[in-house]
């Protein structure tokens, strides 16, 4: 039954991430997989999330199902992070959050949603973006088509060409945003860009879906939702597909949620049955532990300050990696100009390496970094520094 099986693809990322572990070699560089890394190169646990677990151990008292949506004190909790305390959207309830295992399962469960209940409908994601996307939605049987982002030449967004693109989707399709942090570019709109966009789409009538996977590695918490809720503004309806994977580092745990936004109440409330339902045919109902871990800590003022100022810490130390790997390959005596890196946000950058030159960097130096040039650059430390700048040096300079 089985022979005729072929064996899939290497997933590029997933896979780059196997490849380095088997690496022998004892200087080694993982720039490839989004985890962020501390100075000793170790993914950390937050001080934040040890608390919590440890008040979650002794208080609780059953290991019974979730609903199918997931807890209350979780759903709340993640829109007035994604919306603000106080949003027109949550005192009016014109939004229905499910708890997902990551953003990827809230991904899932919306390309799901819309091919169900919009199965005309085409989803349009930005040239390039991140490498499952496609994936998961062609999973279900949806078109996928893209819209112009990335400005090769110039390594920035070109929004003349983003915005003529989004000029021709038309109403009933929908259109995929990163929320901030874009992966690969590390390129989001600005306030500006998002005001224009957000006019576009209630212009054009598609509908916006937010793939919010990095709130708060790019600017701060609020500053990193200001596209999403500009586009609030303007248009009545959306679905944000977020994730708590990098922000909590809570990856292994499998956080995210899904929300539907509506014109009413009773309207949210019935599309949500439709999502509950695509949950239940899926994994029936969300694992508990990452979600007790996020919603104790987002409703605790001790516990919420806590993690901010950890999440703010591994901002800035991202941010400076970002200045110290343009000043190291300066010194270095690489010509090519490589600032637009310390003006990017978010855990990756298009390097501009090609192909060839990210196979060199792994063959002789152990160097790993995603075929297309993306670099993880929350992978940079002041150790690593050094020799990756000097490979890079040699192979650019040769
Ligand atoms: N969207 C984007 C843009 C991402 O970069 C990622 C994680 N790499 C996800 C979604 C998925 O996040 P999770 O690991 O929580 O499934």
Redesign the pocket.
């Known amino acids: 039954m089985f022979e005729h099986i072929q064996a899939a693809p290497a997933d590029p990322i997933l896979g780059l991430n196997d490849a380095y572990k088997s690496d022998l070699n004892p200087n080694k560089i993982n720039l490839g997989v989004?985890v962020y890394k501390d100075e000793q190169g170790n993914t950390p646990i937050l001080k934040a999330v040890k608390q919590a677990e440890e008040r979650l151990l002794t208080q609780e008292k059953t290991k019974s199902y979730l609903s199918i949506e997931g807890a209350p004190a979780y759903r709340s909790a993640v829109q007035k992070l994604l919306f603000g305390n106080d949003h027109n959207i949550i005192n009016k309830q014109l939004a229905q959050t499910a708890h997902t295992p990551?953003?990827?399962?809230a991904?899932r469960v919306a390309a799901e949603f819309i091919k169900k209940h919009l199965p005309e409908a085409t989803i349009w994601v930005s040239n390039p973006t991140?490498a499952n996307h496609q994936s998961v939605f062609q999973s279900v049987g949806l078109e996928v088509g893209s819209y112009a982002y990335y400005d090769a030449k110039n390594k920035s967004l070109d929004f003349e060409a983003m915005l003529a693109s989004l000029s021709q989707i038309p109403e009933g399709d929908v259109v995929l945003f990163?929320g901030c942090c874009h992966?690969p570019t590390g390129i989001d709109p600005t306030p500006e860009q998002w005001y224009q966009l957000a006019k576009l789409s209630s212009k054009q009538g598609f509908l916006p879906l937010f793939?919010f996977?990095y709130q708060g590695f790019g600017q701060s918490l609020n500053d990193d939702a200001k596209g999403l809720r500009t586009f609030l503004e303007h248009v009545p309806e959306m679905l944000i597909a977020n994730?708590f994977?990098k922000n909590f580092g809570l990856?292994n745990e499998r956080v995210?949620a899904l929300t539907i936004i509506c014109e009413t109440a009773e309207q949210a409330e019935t599309a949500f049955t439709q999502v509950k339902r695509c949950i239940r045919t899926n994994y029936s109902n969300p694992p508990s532990h990452g979600s007790a871990i996020v919603a104790e800590i987002l409703n605790d003022p001790e516990l919420y300050a806590l993690w901010e100022s950890e999440l703010k810490d591994m901002r800035i130390r991202i941010h400076e990696m970002r200045s110290l790997f343009v000043n190291t390959l300066r010194v270095k005596g690489v010509s090519q100009d490589f600032s637009f890196i310390s003006q990017q946000q978010g855990m990756f950058s298009f390097s501009g390496l090609t192909p060839d030159q990210v196979t060199q960097l792994r063959k002789d130096y152990g160097i790993y970094i995603v075929g297309s040039g993306r670099i993880s650059v929350a992978g940079l430390t002041h150790d690593n520094m050094e020799p990756l700048c000097s490979a890079i040096a040699e192979i650019l300079n040769n």
Not at 102 to 105: E, F, I, R
């Open positions: 989004g990551g953003g990827t399962g991904l991140w990163h992966n793939d996977a994730s994977s990856y995210g």
